[in-house]
């Protein structure tokens, strides 16, 4: 006689039901626990790290330089500890930090700030260049994402924080702000669209080595007053520089300089402002997209002996490198990456 027909004794029965239903009770109610443990600890570690960011977040409102310094190292340590999404928190604030009025202003004898006849605060001259410094010194070393030569294994880029410290996932929006020093983000990586949207450089902009694998780097009405160097750079989608302002110092016309980067994607240089003097010695642009308005010149000369192309630069067959590098082909479409005359991307 099958098992599952054997007659039992009802009262032995009634007991196994019982013994089955607390077993069951037990485990559930071992669950329960182990959830809201888990909810209670998650809880009390996001109200100590949310203390600790507003602590960082003082610090930078502090009227000392080395207390706003303390308070970058404060906010880089909990994005490196505690990694997931309070990298992209920190990266906000340091953002929102650099977008921010950083002038300091001048005092009277009593300490009070000094007001011009129309009741505006009179700027003393000096801002926070040691932070600023020391911002994107920070920024630099977490956008540095190991490369490889594809053919050698040769280390192009090292990097120094751990994988899951990098913040080339993050979204930088800079839009706007004004940069004092000289920026230096060689060789970093931006896997989303950062924005430097109207964004005023006072003094070298050094993106050389950098790669924007994004559909738009957006440096368009960017206010270029020294140089700005884009050499080795790898553009794969939409580099748009239109509306961008070159002042330049002391009467210098200012220095855009592309050389050896590549463009996989379209690019757009309408609309640029003053008389910079342009490279793009052994700078490729994407065969694919030849005639397809993918890439529009604006004041950049085009000499008639060099193929529709700035001089010293070159068509490329992207597919075909990346074909014998065993490598992805263009993740884009020539009707994605081309650009207007207004240098805006035809969706």
């Not at 003082?58 to 404060?74: E, F, H, M, P, W």
């Not at 906010?75 to 505690?82: E, H, Q, S, W």
């Not at 700030?113 to 994107?136: C, F, M, Q, Y």
């Not at 190991?146 to 040769?154: F, Q």
Request: hydrophobic residues 35%; contains cysteine.
């Amino acid at each position: 006689m099958p098992p599952w027909q054997l007659k039992l004794d009802p009262e032995k029965q009634a007991e196994n039901i019982v013994k089955i239903a607390l077993t069951l009770v037990g485990g559930v109610g071992a669950v329960a626990y182990l959830v809201i443990k888990y909810r209670t600890e998650q809880r009390e570690k996001d109200r100590t790290v949310d203390t600790k960011v507003q602590d960082a977040i003082n610090q930078l409102g502090s009227d000392k330089a080395s207390t706003r310094i303390a308070g970058v190292y404060a906010l880089t340590d909990i994005a490196d500890r505690y990694k997931d999404s309070y990298r992209q928190r920190v990266v906000d604030i340091l953002c929102g930090y650099l977008r921010s009025d950083r002038a300091n202003y001048a005092l009277d004898e009593l300490g009070q700030p000094v007001r011009d006849a129309s009741g505006h605060l009179v700027k003393s001259g000096a801002s926070d260049e040691a932070v600023e410094s020391t911002i994107l010194s920070v920024m630099r070393d977490h956008l540095r994402k190991e490369r490889r030569n594809d053919k050698t294994g040769e280390t192009i880029v090292r990097q120094t924080v751990d994988d899951d410290q990098l913040w080339c996932a993050c979204t930088f929006d800079l839009h706007e702000a004004t940069f004092h020093e000289a920026v230096n983000l060689t060789h970093s990586t931006f896997e989303y669209a950062p924005n430097f949207r109207g964004t005023k450089f006072e003094r070298n902009a050094d993106f050389h080595g950098a790669d924007f694998t994004v559909v738009v780097a957006d440096f368009r009405g960017a206010r270029f007053t020294d140089g700005a160097y884009f050499g080795w750079a790898d553009f794969t989608g939409v580099a748009d520089f239109g509306g961008a302002r070159f002042t330049g110092v002391a009467g210098f016309t200012g220095v855009m300089d592309f050389g050896w980067a590549e463009f996989r994607g379209g690019a757009a240089f309408s609309g640029i402002q003053g008389q910079p003097s342009f490279g793009f010695e052994k700078c490729k642009f994407n065969r694919e997209f030849r005639g397809a308005d993918a890439y529009t010149w604006g004041p950049i000369p085009i000499p008639e002996d060099n193929d529709g192309l700035p001089a010293g630069a070159v068509w490329a067959d992207f597919r075909e490198e990346d074909d014998k590098d065993s490598g992805t082909t263009n993740r884009w479409s020539a009707a994605s990456l081309a650009v207007s005359p207004s240098g805006k991307e035809h969706m």
